[in-house]
Antibody, heavy 117, light 107 residues
Framework: QVQLQESGPGLVKPSETLSLTCAVS?????????WGWIRQPPGKGLEWIGS???????YYNPSLKSRVTISVDTSKNQFSLKLSSVTAADTAVYYC??????????WGKGTTVTVSS | DIQMTQSPSTLSASVGDRVTITCRAS??????LAWYQQKPGKAPKLLIY???SLESGVPSRFSGSGSGTEFTLTISSLQPDDFATYYC?????????FGQGTKVEIK
C-alpha cells in the first residue's frame, strides 16, 4: 500500500528557508501521478502549495510561487519542499500527498513546522 | 483564482440524521470536485472525487452530487465516526483550492 512520510525540522527561524522531504513507499514516483504539498495553519483550513511530476514539471500556488521550490529525487523515491524567507504566517502542519488527476488520494500524516526565533 | 465556499460552516446533528453540506464554486468547474474528511490531528481522507465517485473503501452512506458551480456532500445516516470537518476541493484549475471547511458536531 502506498505510504508517504514527511520529515524535516520542526522549528525554523524567521527569514530562513523551510525544507521538508516526503519519502514515498509502496509506489514508484517514476510510475506517474503528480506529488504535492498542502499546508494547514493552526485552527485554519487547507492551502495547496504546489505539485511536481516525476519528470520535474512543477506548478505552484501563485501566492507562494516566488518563495517555493518543489523538487523530486526518483532514485530515492522522494520529493522535497523548500520555502524561503519564512515568517510566522508560514507556521503550519505541512502535508505531502499523491495527486491523482488533481485530487489527493494518499496523504502523509503531516509534520508541524513552527517559525519562531 | 477559483473560490470555493462551503455552507454551513458548522452543522450540529445527531446520529442517524441525514446531513447535507454545500460547496459553491466562483466559476464553473464541471465535475472536477473532491470531498475530504478530516479528524483532529489527522490528515484529510479522500471521500469523493469527480463530484460523485466514491473512493474505494469509503462507506456508501457518503454520496456526492452536482456539477458546474454547485455541489453537495450527503451523509445518509450520520454515524459516530462521521463527526469531523469536511472540505471540498476543486481541480478544474491548476491552482487547486479548498473550501473553508464544514465542521459536523454532535447535537
Amino acid at each position: 500500500q502506498v505510504q508517504l512520510q514527511e520529515s524535516g525540522p520542526g522549528l525554523v527561524k524567521p527569514s530562513e528557508t523551510l525544507s521538508l522531504t516526503c519519502a514515498v513507499s509502496g509506489y514508484s514516483i517514476s510510475s506517474g501521478y503528480y506529488w504535492g504539498w498542502i499546508r494547514q495553519p493552526p485552527g485554519k483550513g487547507l492551502e495547496w502549495i504546489g505539485s511536481i511530476y516525476h519528470s520535474g514539471s512543477t506548478y505552484y500556488n501563485p501566492s507562494l510561487k516566488s518563495r517555493v521550490t518543489i523538487s523530486v529525487d526518483t532514485s530515492k523515491n522522494q520529493f522535497s519542499l523548500k520555502l524561503s524567507s519564512v515568517t510566522a504566517a508560514d507556521t503550519a502542519v505541512y502535508y505531502c500527498a499523491r495527486s491523482r488527476w488533481g485530487y489527493m488520494d494518499v496523504w502523509g500524516k503531516g509534520t508541524t513546522v513552527t517559525v519562531s526565533s | 483564482d477559483i473560490q470555493m465556499t462551503q455552507s454551513p460552516s458548522t452543522l450540529s446533528a445527531s446520529v442517524g440524521d441525514r446531513v447535507t453540506i454545500t460547496c459553491r464554486a466562483s466559476q464553473s468547474i464541471s465535475s472536477w470536485l473532491a470531498w475530504y474528511q478530516q479528524k483532529p490531528g489527522k490528515a484529510p481522507k479522500l471521500l469523493i472525487y469527480k463530484a460523485s465517485s466514491l473512493e474505494s473503501g469509503v462507506p456508501s452512506r457518503f454520496s456526492g452530487s452536482g456539477s458546474g458551480t454547485e455541489f453537495t456532500l450527503t451523509i445518509s445516516s450520520l454515524q459516530p465516526d462521521d463527526f469531523a470537518t469536511y472540505y471540498c476541493q476543486q481541480y478544474n484549475s491548476y491552482l487547486r483550492t479548498f473550501g473553508q471547511g464544514t465542521k459536523v458536531e454532535i447535537k
